[in-house]
């Protein structure tokens, strides 16, 4: 219910433009809602509100001086208010501030990861600031952090922003990095100055994405994958993600939410890789087992509520935050890794060749998927399930660099046998999507009925918390699921104390799952603070789901072949040697 | 900047810790409890190691990061104990002028360390100071409560040797 108090409005002009904002609403939307665009670059939504860079300064009638207009909340003493947000003295204190935050800054703007779609550049080139040198002086020199996995810390390009700090902090709740020393000296790190990798950062990437600068970037594993096509010994396959047909497109100027499923099968096939694949196959494949495993652990009395295992970040934070508790986690290897091990067993035998010599890419909204990869749980001992996993931008670069106009591509199609997929699987790329076609596919098996209607509306949208309850051929099925690991706390907390009343949860380690992932294409903040990206991003998937006439995993003609010339049934002693793994304990450092 | 990687062997005792402990409990449940914990903490052990500020974050469930941002912001804070001998260099104008900071660096040199660390093997602590009001003395340091004045870089071997 919403209170009387917050329905009050408060009247004010922004340039001459009226607006009736409710008292509470911040200069900054209330500005948005008259169509004034006023710059930020610390600000981000929910993410980091605090206030510290003074881009967004304006003039108010009521205010003193230059208020930062992000964090100032309309009240009703501000009733009447001429808000200014385009003066000569404001563009001047705009201007002025990006010299001073330039003259710390690397300015390696050529060969920068972010040369192109830089917050910082852009808001220069808006300003007119034409002289980058203006107040040079003395700058911190700070060595690469080059220890974690997935990403690199180059806190030479840093401008102490902290939308890193708030990923980490108010997202993920993690708290792993944060600001240091005083002053000057200060910077973004780790507790006692330890690197990424020495602490127990799960690999989210939530924080490259929310850097509006070039100092966070994944590690860039592209080369490896050009040897490995300039390579004739290799057949290297491609598997992307079910969600990175919803987003790739960005990367190309396309609207958010287009679906470039098509365009994507045939910029893989002229970068050079033997098979199209899909991890969707994949997804399809987990299904299979993962709903075989709740089944079983409802019908046997397994540890429950079982949660899904799909998301690496999400896993890392269980075995790390809650090692007690692993025994909860589905023993399924994550579809990339499910679909790694398939082509290294399944697919090279009906080839008939090495598995060495078998190379397999995964495509992924990750940057977990590159500590995923890692992991100790080979099919083929000595041979990696996945060989290398790329983000969505670094497959981007790849297309970029390799003289393909994207845009212009015609429509292609995966291959045989591995890339035929279904609805349900293309859904994982969404929060709620595992459990919804893990739902699809249990519900019939327990009741030996076929499902008419296949969407689970309930577990859709982008609560950080959902849940429901079905009732299964007589069984009550209460499920949850959580996106953000700060939503997953929640989860886990009730879960150590007992008081879980959950059968299924569904876990993802960034907020509103795959779609939103660390290794997604970078939306520049002020649009971020006013659309909502996961939303439009999310539709893509539904509506490719929709538009299928297969949505069911089960349905799937190649993971039904796959299980009888192969695996012979889901959980089988094969399937699990194959595509299941087992979890560690972790100490939080 | 921060830490440094040789730290001096962590020396805390069992009492030290139920003590801590005792203190934590008492106090973590309060809003902004982590300044006076941190204060406290200095109190018992004389400075913020890695090991007090473990116990900290595992006590209260502040992130260990965030434990040292605050350690790391405020100067009353130390991430190194006192040495056995403590040198303090003065910094102040009048000394400064003399070349207070060249002894300064000179010291750091001869030990290793940074001002405000303690050597790994506890002899030796360094901190700058401002005026001693010594300034006729210029430039002084002080260790153990002992001035040094009229100081040259070359007469700290010397000095520092009776302190071995």
Known sequence: MIMADEMKLVNVKVNGIPVAAPIGTTILDAAHMAGVKIPTLCYLKGTNEVGDCRLCLVESTKARGLVASCMYPLSAMDEGAEIKTNTPVILESRKRTLELILSTHERKCLSCVRSGNCELQKLCKEYGVDDEKLYDGYRNEFELDTTAVHMVRDNNKCILCRRCVGACDNIQGLGIIGANNRGFASFIGCAFDKGLGETSCIHCGQCIVACPTGALYEKDDTAKIEAAIADPEKLVIVQPAPSIRATLGEEFGLPIGTDVEGKMATAFRRLGFDKI?????????????????????????????????????????????????????????????????????????????????????????????????????????????????????????????????????????????????????????????????????????????????????????????????????????????????????????????????YTFIEIMGCPGGCINGGGQPLVDSMVRNFVDVRALRANALYANDAAKTLRKSHENPSIKKIYEEYFAEPGSHKAHEILHCSYVKRSIN | MGADKKAVPFKGTEEQKQQLLEMIAG??????????????????????????????????????????????????????????????????TACYVKGSGDVYNKLMEKLGIEGGQCTPDGKFSLDACRCIGACGLAPVMTINGEVYGKLTADMLDGILAKYE
């Open chain 1, 277 to 501: 694949f899909d991890t969707d196959f994949g997804a399809d494949l987990t299904i299979m087992e993962e709903s075989a495993e709740l089944i079983e652990r409802v019908q046997k009395g397994g540890a429950l509520p079982m949660i899904t295992s799909c998301s690496p970040g999400w896993v890392k934070y269980c075995e790390t935050y809650y090692p007690e508790q692993i025994g909860h986690l589905s023993t399924c290897k994550s579809p990339q890794q499910m679909f790694g091990a398939v082509t290294k067993t399944y697919y090279a035998e009906k080839l008939g060749i090495d598995p060495k010599n078998i190379f397999t890419v995964g495509v992924m909204p990750c940057t977990a998927k590159k500590f995923e990869v890692t992991r100790d749980q080979s099919a083929v001992p000595g041979v990696m399930d996945v060989d290398v996993s790329i983000t969505t931008r670094e497959l981007a670069r790849m297309i970029k660099r390799h003289d393909i106009d994207f845009t212009a591509l015609p429509d292609g199609s995966f291959d045989d046998p591995l890339g035929e997929s279904t609805g349900a699987a293309v859904i994982f790329g969404v929060t709620g999507g595992v459990m919804e076609a893990a739902l699809r596919t249990a519900v019939e098996k327990l009741t030996g009925e076929t499902l008419e209607k296949v969407e689970f509306n309930e577990v859709r949208g982008f609560d950080g918390i959902k849940e429901a309850t079905y009732n299964v051929a007589g069984t009550e099925i209460k499920v949850a699921v959580a996106s953000g690991l700060k939503n997953a706390k929640v989860l886990m907390d009730q879960i150590e104390a007992g008081t879980s009343p």
């Open chain 2, 27 to 92: 106090l973590k449940n309060e809003r902004g409890a982590l300044m006076p914990i941190l204060q406290k903490a200095q109190d018992i052990y004389g400075y913020l190691p890695i090991e007090v500020q473990t116990m900290i974050s595992d006590e209260t469930g502040i992130p260990l990061e965030k434990i040292y941002g605050v350690a790391t912001f405020y100067s009353q804070f130390s991430l190194y104990p006192k040495g056995k001998n403590q040198i303090s260099v003065c910094l102040g």
